[in-house]
């Protein structure tokens, strides 16, 4: 059974820095996509960043770029969220997600549809 179990969530006041983990268990995804996700209260969930395989090229949504640092460790199986500088507006519910499927196009790792795993997500909330 495939788990993914993020940590790492809290407050931090605007200007801070959080490290976020996603540990996966159940099979491994060192060549399998895997992504960040956030949902603010009463928005829809959206895309934050995400890469086709570990070391692969990321894929950032506007928002995240320049503040935001995706990482994957395989021997342990984890993906991280550094966020730097952050904003009110990075108040949110934090879900990391992966995919059976290989994907190529922006489009397709920026899609809710293209993954197949969530975990359970962890707040974060920024203090302004």
């Known amino acids: 059974q495939v788990q993914l179990v993020e940590s790492g969530g809290g407050v931090v006041q605007a200007g801070g820095s959080l490290r976020l983990s996603c540990a996966a268990s159940g099979r491994t995804f060192s060549s399998d996509a895997m992504g960040w996700f956030r949902q603010a209260p009463g928005k829809e969930r959206e895309f934050v960043v995400a890469?086709?395989?570990?070391?692969?090229?990321?894929y950032y949504a506007d928002s995240a770029k320049g503040r935001f640092t995706i990482s994957r460790d395989n021997a342990k199986n984890t993906m991280y969220l550094q966020m730097n500088s952050l904003q009110h507006e990075d108040t949110a519910v934090y879900y990391c997600a992966a995919s059976d499927s290989r994907l190529f196009a922006t489009v397709q790792f920026m899609a809710i549809t293209s993954y197949n795993y969530w975990g359970q997500g962890t707040q974060v909330t920024v203090s302004s």
């Open positions: 890469t086709g395989r570990s070391g692969g090229r990321p």
